[in-house]
């Protein structure tokens, strides 16, 4: 594998179970898993399962991670240097010997506090954050932890009750320095609806970031409600809606781009690709293809894998830009 010229660096946070390793494979159709090397930061867990116990404190908490070292071994692989990264073994809850990581094209370091810390944040090309929202939460979690794992429904609400203090003072106001906020809403399609299947999708997109162009949706900057016509996309009850609009974000001027529904057929995903300008797409229908390509990838058939898709294009974007600006600069230096 040749040495990257310059090592473009992106940052994927959001809670466990957000959704964060099937964007990362989406990137990794998009880049081919050769140019690029993720980095878990649950790697940079000062205290181990025990210690955190002993010390009352979740992983979530920063007095549980070395940010120091973070800071420190994260600029040092985007200068190009190879890195010592410490290895927290999931299974055993145990520090592990580290293990060499060299510098690659694109390094996407991924967990719970990819911006928390100013020093790792101002290093990042670009960020993305996963945001499920609580109703969604708790109704995957009952789904996941009652069937498969035979928990009661008081045991559920209780694990997430646990973690939620320190997910809302450290986790969750990391999005507000996201260049792009995907979140996961509860439909507005159907009344009442607890079992989180149905789903509403916003891409939150900043303003103002250099080189980033929001996706729209027919008219820049104008507020737009469509119904797309169920002849040309499949939508079995209660259909689909989109919407797209100027917003305030957390103090920050954003884009939102949002889907409410099912889409029955990926084939007709052609019919809402025309109709989106700014996708940094390659060809027509490139959007398409690449979530048909997958269309087993949890999320596919709603907004999550839509949004995905399109944050992915954007990150790639982002790259060429700036390894094409790289290579300017070394060719008026030679």
Same mark, same amino acid.
């Given at each position: 594998?040749?040495?990257?010229?310059?090592?473009? @660096?992106?940052?994927v946070?959001?809670?466990? $179970?957000?959704g964060?390793s099937?964007?990362? #494979?989406?990137?990794?159709?998009?880049?081919?898993?050769e140019q690029?090397?993720?980095?878990c930061l649950?790697?940079?867990?000062?205290?181990? #399962?025990?210690?955190?116990?002993a010390?009352g404190?979740?992983?979530?908490n920063?007095?549980?991670?070395n940010?120091?070292?973070?800071?420190?071994q994260?600029?040092a &692989?985007k200068?190009?240097?190879t890195?010592?990264?410490p290895?927290?073994?999931?299974?055993?809850?145990?520090l592990?010997p580290?293990?060499?990581?060299?510098p690659n094209? &694109?390094?996407?370091?991924?967990?719970?506090?990819?911006?928390y810390?100013?020093?790792?944040?101002?290093?990042?090309?670009?960020?993305?954050? @996963?945001d499920?929202?609580? =109703?969604?939460?708790?109704?995957?979690?009952?789904q996941?932890?009652?069937?498969?794992? $035979?928990?009661?429904?008081?045991?559920v609400l209780? !694990?997430?009750?646990?973690?939620?203090?320190?997910?809302?003072a450290? &986790?969750?106001?990391?999005?507000a320095h996201?260049?792009?906020?995907?979140?996961v809403?509860?439909?507005?399609?159907?009344?009442?609806?607890?079992?989180?299947?149905?789903?509403?999708?916003?891409?939150?997109?900043?303003? $103002?970031?250099e080189?980033?162009?929001?996706?729209? @949706?027919?008219?820049?900057?104008?507020?737009?409600?469509?119904?797309?016509?169920g002849?040309?996309?499949?939508?079995s009850?209660?259909?689909? #809606?989109l919407?797209y609009?100027?917003?305030?974000?957390?103090?920050?001027?954003?884009?939102?781009?949002?889907?409410?529904?099912?889409f029955?057929?990926? =084939?007709?995903?052609?019919? &809402?690709? $025309?109709?989106?300008?700014?996708t940094?797409?390659?060809y *027509?229908?490139?959007?398409?293809?690449?979530?048909?390509?997958?269309?087993? *990838?949890?999320? !596919?058939?709603?907004?999550?894998g839509?949004f995905?898709?399109?944050?992915?294009?954007?990150?790639r974007?982002a790259?060429?830009?700036?390894t094409?600006?790289?290579?300017?600069?070394?060719t008026?230096?030679?």
């Amino acid at each position: 594998m040749s040495k990257p010229e310059r090592v473009v @660096l992106i940052g994927v946070a959001g809670d466990s $179970g957000c959704g964060k390793s099937t964007f990362l #494979r989406r990137l990794a159709d998009l880049f081919g898993e050769e140019q690029m090397t993720v980095i878990c930061l649950d790697d940079y867990h000062s205290l181990d #399962r025990k210690g955190r116990k002993a010390a009352g404190v979740t992983a979530l908490n920063p007095k549980a991670n070395n940010f120091d070292l973070m800071a420190e071994q994260i600029k040092a &692989i985007k200068n190009g240097e190879t890195i010592d990264k410490p290895i927290y073994n999931h299974e055993t809850g145990e520090l592990d010997p580290p293990e060499k990581i060299e510098p690659n094209h &694109i390094v996407v370091i991924e967990g719970l506090h990819p911006l928390y810390d100013e020093r790792v944040r101002e290093l990042l090309d670009f960020s993305v954050y @996963l945001d499920i929202s609580d =109703e969604v939460k708790i109704a995957w979690k009952i789904q996941r932890d009652m069937a498969e794992r $035979g928990h009661t429904y008081e045991d559920v609400l209780a !694990s997430i009750n646990a973690r939620k203090p320190d997910f809302e003072a450290y &986790i969750d106001p990391q999005k507000a320095h996201a260049d792009v906020v995907l979140r996961v809403l509860p439909t507005q399609l159907v009344e009442d609806e607890k079992e989180g299947k149905i789903l509403r999708v916003q891409m939150i997109q900043r303003e $103002g970031v250099e080189g980033f162009e929001p996706v729209y @949706l027919f008219d820049e900057g104008s507020t737009i409600d469509w119904v797309p016509c169920g002849r040309k996309l499949t939508c079995s009850y209660p259909g689909i #809606r989109l919407h797209y609009g100027p917003d305030s974000y957390y103090g920050n001027e954003v884009s939102i781009l949002e889907v409410d529904g099912q889409f029955d057929n990926l =084939e007709e995903m052609i019919y &809402i690709e $025309g109709h989106l300008s700014k996708t940094d797409t390659k060809y *027509y229908g490139e959007m398409s293809h690449l979530l048909l390509q997958h269309k087993d *990838y949890p999320g !596919s058939a709603n907004g999550t894998g839509l949004f995905q898709v399109l944050t992915g294009l954007k990150m790639r974007s982002a790259y060429e830009r700036l390894t094409s600006k790289e290579m300017k600069v070394a060719t008026v230096q030679v």
